[in-house]
């Protein structure tokens, strides 16, 4: 089998870049998916009557051409909400985000937080010109604020010591207030929304599946092939193995599986990529999904937990974003638990921590009746930003440049990112590609030239 571009996965990067080249007319293009359905982690599983997404899949639109493509995919099946995000911590609800809502918290910690917080603002720190996510918390926000929620909460999601991160993934995340908003948000109940999650948009019906679903069916009938799992590519003989269609030959190749599994597949590789591989770190996000048989569990969208007696770092309540992801008179909660990337987890051990961490908080009450359990991890998490990823992550893609691959979305660019951002970087692949670039990555400055 031939293709001029051959796509790996067909999660939203996969699908974007085989939409787009589309519509830059390139019709010989191939999507191999593993998996029985598009999606990838944007997708969806149907478990009784209820339908769970790989935790919570919010969408925030924040380009003017991501969004209008997002809103033409769902025509009229997507509803928007303001955000209802809390912290539970010390035995009480504060809201998101926590540097600007620490009313609530026992008198001692609104001190520490608000105290330490104004210091940096009178008595600024000094900081590297790179400093470690640690040093640059304590700066930004001050030792309260990063004591009693950003070292323990960001310590359960990257299960990485923060003095061994960057902070180059932090700017679009973390917010940060200014003086008078932790003030006020000290003495008063502040809903503001701060944020770039501040208000979301979800669909009304079908989980998020229904936004890879909608877009997969734009291409052209035999564009994705599903069940076909990639195992091998020969980057110098441009050819791939593929479960149920041998060998694909290609002229131009788009990887939007995880770097690491890519790299894992293909053949040759230098020494110096194979060094930069052992380099990248990752955490594997242990998604259990409950049915719940009681209706408004809660009336919060989530909730972070930053202390370590709960197992997980945070929980969600879909059926807030949308009531028909579970029958009548049920809820639907999602749990994330973070692991190291690759590390051994007994489930059974972590679902009855997780339940009784859920009967703790309150969350769950002692009678309820779980009507479905889903245990849906997602083994790429998060992408760990330590201090060996970002020139690991150029070395890498310098050479797959140089043997004609483009490596994209979240994981293929080894990245933190979102569904947004991923369906545009499908089409600045796809304008690459097609030489209608937009400036090229650096990593590829030169490198690639146009298809034919
Ligand atoms: C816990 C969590 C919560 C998130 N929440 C949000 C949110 O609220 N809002 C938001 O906008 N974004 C969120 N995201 C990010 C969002 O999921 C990603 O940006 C986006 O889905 C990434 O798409 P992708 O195509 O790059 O990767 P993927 O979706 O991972 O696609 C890769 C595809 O490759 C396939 N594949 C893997 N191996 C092979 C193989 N050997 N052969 C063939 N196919 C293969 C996979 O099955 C998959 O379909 C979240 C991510 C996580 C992990």
């Known amino acids: 089998m031939k293709t001029d571009v051959l796509i790996l996965g067909g999660g939203l990067a996969g699908l974007s870049t085989a939409h787009h080249l589309g519509r830059l007319g390139t019709s010989s293009r191939l999507v191999v998916e593993a998996r029985q359905a598009v999606g990838g982690t944007a997708g969806s599983r ?9 935790t919570g899949h919010l969408l925030h639109l924040h380009d003017p051409y991501g969004r209008d493509f997002v809103l033409d995919l769902l025509k009229d099946n997507v509803a928007s909400h303001d955000r209802r995000a809390w912290i539970f911590s010390q035995g009480t609800y504060t809201r998101y985000p926590f540097q600007a809502n620490v009313r609530g918290l026992p008198p001692a910690s609104v001190l520490e937080c608000v105290a330490g917080f104004l210091e940096t603002v009178h008595r600024p720190r000094p900081l590297a010109k790179a400093p470690d996510f640690l ?52 003495l008063s109940d502040q809903n503001k929304l701060f944020g770039y999650n501040a208000s979301f948009r979800y669909p009304k019906r079908g989980g998020i599946q229904s936004l890879p679903d909608a877009l997969a069916a734009r291409l052209e009938p035999g564009v994705v092939r599903l069940g076909a799992r990639v195992s ?51 955490n594997t996000v242990w998604n259990l999904n409950l049915g719940v048989a009681r209706a408004g569990v809660t009336d919060k969208h989530w909730i972070y937990f930053p202390e370590k007696k709960h197992p997980f770092y945070r ?25 190291p990337g690759g590390a051994r987890v007994d489930t059974a051990k972590l679902e009855s921590a997780a339940l009784k961490g859920l009967r703790d908080c309150g969350l769950l009450r002692r009678r309820d009746e779980l009507s479905a359990r ?8 998060y992408v760990v930003y330590d201090f060996a990823r970002t020139p690991a992550v150029t070395a890498i893609l310098r050479y797959l440049g140089g043997r004609g691959v483009e490596s994209i979305g979240r994981y293929g660019a080894w990245k933190y990112s979102f569904m947004e951002e991923t369906i545009l970087d499908g089409r600045r692949c796809a304008r690459r590609l097609t030489g209608r670039a937009d400036a090229p990555g650096r990593a590829h400055a030169g490198e690639l030239r146009p298809l034919g």
């Open 46 to 54: 149907r478990v009784g009557g209820f339908t769970f997404d790989y």
């Open 135 to 186: 040093s640059w918390c304590r700066a930004t926000f001050g030792d309260g604020i990063t004591d009693h929620f950003m070292k323990p909460y960001n310590e359960k999601l990257w299960r990485t010591p923060l003095s061994k991160m960057t902070t180059e993934w932090q700017g679009r995340f973390v917010p940060k207030p200014t003086a008078s908003e932790v003030l006020y948000g000290a």
């Open 232 to 282: 091998a590519v020969d980057l110098r003989e441009k050819v791939a193995r593929v479960e149920g269609l041998g060998e694909v030959r290609y002229e131009r190749l788009v990887n939007t599986l995880p770097l690491n599994e890519f790299l894992d597949l293909a053949s040759p590789l230098p020494s110096r990529v194979k060094e930069a591989r052992r380099r990248l770190r990752w």
């Open 315 to 339: 929980v969600g309540c879909s059926t807030n974003f949308a009531a028909g992801l579970a029958p009548a008179g049920h809820s639907a909660l999602y749990v994330e638990i973070a692991r």
């Open 374 to 381: 889903a245990w849906m991890p997602v083994p790429v998490g």
